[in-house]
Nanobody, 115 residues
Framework: QVHLVESGGGLVQAGGSLRLSCAAS????????MKWHRQVPGNQRELVAM???????NYTDSVKGRFTISRNNVRNALYLQMNSLRSEDTAVYYC?????????WGKGTLVTVSS
C-alpha cells in the first residue's frame, strides 16, 4: 500500500524559509516522478513542483527561483525547500505520486506565511 506523509509546515514570516519533507512507502521510489501540490481552501489544488526519478525538475512560474524540489532515493524522501516566502504561498502542501494506475496523496502540511 502506498503511503505518503508530509511534515515541516508551520508559521513563518514573509521572507522566511521552510523545508517540507515527504516520506514515501509502498513504491519503488526511485522509479517514480514525485510532485508537490498546494491548496488554499475554496481553491483548486495547484501543482507547485515535480521531480523525476532521475532528478529532472519543473516548477510553476510563481515559485521559480524561490523553491527547490529534491529527493533522496535511498531514504525514499521528497523535499521542498521554500525561500523568500510570501503571503500568497500560504496553503496546505501535499505530496503526490501516480502509481498503479491512480494518484496517491498525503494528508498535507499547513504552511502559513504572515505578512
Amino acid at each position: 500500500q502506498v503511503h505518503l506523509v508530509e511534515s515541516g509546515g508551520g508559521l513563518v514570516q514573509a521572507g522566511g524559509s521552510l523545508r517540507l519533507s515527504c516520506a514515501a512507502s509502498g513504491i519503488n521510489f526511485k522509479l517514480y516522478t514525485m510532485k508537490w501540490h498546494r491548496q488554499v481552501p475554496g481553491n483548486q489544488r495547484e501543482l507547485v513542483a515535480m521531480i523525476t526519478g532521475g532528478g529532472v525538475t519543473n516548477y510553476t512560474d510563481s515559485v521559480k527561483g524561490r523553491f527547490t524540489i529534491s529527493r533522496n532515493n535511498v531514504r525514499n524522501a521528497l523535499y521542498l525547500q521554500m525561500n523568500s516566502l510570501r503571503s500568497e504561498d500560504t496553503a496546505v502542501y501535499y505530496c503526490n505520486v501516480g502509481a498503479y494506475g491512480r494518484d496517491f496523496w498525503g494528508k498535507g502540511t499547513l504552511v502559513t506565511v504572515s505578512s
